[in-house]
């Protein structure tokens, strides 16, 4: 696979699979591979794709541990170019959690820097018993440019993501599910099955409930409570006026899965 190509999709019924796809640079991100993903969620999110959630996951060893630093250093020589590539990393990262589709990261090996922006983009964590987890922009006198600094203290909490980004060092899987860092630890053999089979569950949910929900709990992060209520309580109503509302009732009521049209 060519740094032109850094990523490969596919569909496992209505999951679609982002999968990075440069296990001999373990999975760095470079501009091709953020413009791949988001023209792959474009895609994806189209309503008659058939898509309903989405898996990324990558080849190799590892996750992903960062960005490109290659091309890094070609673009320093030009502050322009060098702008485009964080501004584009910000907004692929912004996609994913914009995205009406939910989005599941299953992570192996290394998950650092630039790679644990992506995975914070991310809803939903798979991690391997063998994963490892770590911001690394300290150890060469990099600071996160991918959202890295805003979302990790909204996860784990100020003095942890403090702790990372000053020591540079790594956690290991069970601390990252203890700090909720990620969702759910497996055995390596067993981690892209379950994060299919979750991604599959989730398929079968209403798309437009979804899309909600995820909108929701953004906003309990983002905005003051009174307008996140607010949010909350118009869209409810406008769920509960809706046709996949009336098709989970009706299946409730007749002991049947609901067969969600949206």
């Not at 569909?11 to 990075?20: D, Q, S, Y």
Request: hydrophobic share 50%.
């Amino acid at each position: 696979m060519s740094a032109a190509q850094p990523l490969m999709l596919s569909r496992a019924g209505k999951v679609g699979v982002i999968e990075l796809a440069r296990p001999e640079k373990f999975n760095c991100l470079s501009l091709a591979a953020h413009s791949a993903i988001d023209a792959a969620l474009t895609q994806f999110e189209q309503a008659d794709s058939g898509v309903r959630a989405v898996l990324i996951r990558a080849q190799g060893k590892h996750f992903c541990t960062g960005a490109d630093l290659e091309e890094v250093k070609a673009l320093r020589a030009d502050r322009a170019k060098l702008e485009v590539f964080i501004k584009q990393g910000h907004a692929v990262m912004k996609r994913l959690e914009a995205s009406p589709l939910p989005v599941a990261a299953a992570v192996q090996g290394l998950c650092l820097a630039g790679g644990i922006e992506l995975m914070l983009s991310c809803d939903v964590v798979f991690a391997a018993k063998d994963a490892r987890f770590g911001d690394q922009h300290a150890q060469f006198g990099l600071i996160p440019g991918w959202g890295g600094s805003q979302r990790l203290a909204r996860i784990v909490g100020a003095r942890r993501s403090m702790d990372l980004f000053l020591s540079a060092r790594w956690v290991d899987a069970d601390t990252a599910l203890q700090w909720g860092l990620v969702n759910y630890v497996c055995e390596a053999d067993e981690l892209q099955q379950a994060a299919l089979d979750y991604c599959a569950a989730m398929a079968e949910r209403s798309r437009a409930g979804l899309a909600a929900m995820k909108r929701l709990a953004r906003c309990a992060m983002e905005m003051p409570l009174e307008r996140g209520l607010q949010v909350e309580a118009e869209l409810a109503v406008d769920a509960l006026l809706s046709e996949d509302v009336g098709e989970g009732l009706a299946a409730f009521a007749q002991r049947r899965a609901p067969v969600f049209k949206s």
